[in-house]
């Protein structure tokens, strides 16, 4: 959704008639991505990609029959085995699709969205799906019950709200369907993308950069407990803090720092050795046990990582569980749900 933002905002600009699409429900299609949309307009243009574009041709028709004063529509698509393939999708599936005039969507998403700000948009449709409207929720707000500058009304408050606030609290973009005796509601959240502060530098950090950015997450390499700490604080709502340093100097203070701020993701390279030492210098600081217990040393998940690659698919892996509120297992061993 966050790649749309530039070419919705000049369509609107531009008084041109488009469409916002994005799926209410889905089975099937294999693995996807829970941000995906596609904005079409009235001429057939498409911009972003949704089940790599399969039913682009299907939603602009949908969207060219929206009656007059319309402001939603929810069309069901569906794609077989063969078609899947051609499309490359993973396999076939079936959809339920939202279809929105852009007109329709605050700007307000917009804008928040090109910030890079945590926010989820609330969108209630009429039992006959062919009226909608769309509120704005930031991070912070969902699920508190009290109006928000960009989100006023119900949608920061309620079971819409509440579910806001659980999609936000996972930092991956994650949308639900609510279904009420007044209709659908549509919760679609946008945490901030994670940004990994790697204290120290080396191989291993430029291959967690590269992981990071594999993941569409932001990175950093600082060299100081000070810097450190200095862009914790700016990338505050998505920051995870990984020390690969073993000097006390640096370590204990940005460790502390971290815990200080309340970061998610809180982690530290090292053997048990090097694991016990940096211990021992944070109580000396007077980090209490509830807060060390949340510093993940030595730091990864238990791969059988040896090369920097794979030491950094543990690390990066470990901060995914972790922001997911997920513990690490395989997925035969699970009986929850297999799209976090």
Known sequence: MRELVETARRWVAEGRVAFLARPVFEQGFGPRDPAAAVL???????????????????LVAEAGAMAAGDTARVCRV?????????????????????????AAVPDEWWRLLG???????????NEGADQAVS????????????????????????EAGRRAAELL???????????????????????????????????????????????????????????????????????CLVVLSHDPEFDVPALRGALELGIPYVGALGSRRTTARRR??????????????????????????????ETALAICAEILGVLGGREARALRDSDGPLKG
């Open 78 to 102: 569906s794609v077989g085995a063969g078609e899947a393939a051609e499309a490359r999708l993973t396999c076939g599936g079936q959809a339920e699709v939202l279809v929105q005039p852009l």
């Open 169 to 239: 609290a996972t930092r991956r973009p994650g949308r639900d369907a609510l279904y009420g005796e007044s209709g659908l509601v549509l919760v679609e959240a946008y945490p901030s993308a994670p940004y990994v502060v790697i204290g120290g530098g080396g191989e291993l950090a430029e291959v967690i950069e590269r992981q990071a950015a594999l993941l569409g997450w932001g990175a950093r390499t600082v060299q100081s407990a000070a810097d450190a700490l200095k862009v914790l604080t700016e990338q505050r709502h998505g920051a």
């Open 135 to 158: 509120e704005v929720v930031r991070a912070g707000e969902a699920g508190s019950g009290e109006a928000g500058e960009a989100g006023s009304g119900e949608a920061g408050s309620g």
């Open 40 to 58: 079409v307009d009235a001429r057939g243009e498409c911009a972003g990609a949704l089940y790599n574009g399969v039913f682009d041709a299907q």
């Open 280 to 309: 021992e210098g944070l109580v000396a600081a007077g980090v209490s046990e509830a807060q060390l217990a949340l510093v993940h040393g030595p730091i990864g998940l238990d791969l059988g990582a040896r090369t920097p690659a």
């Open 115 to 125: 910030e890079g700000a945590g926010v989820a948009l609330v969108t209630r449709l």
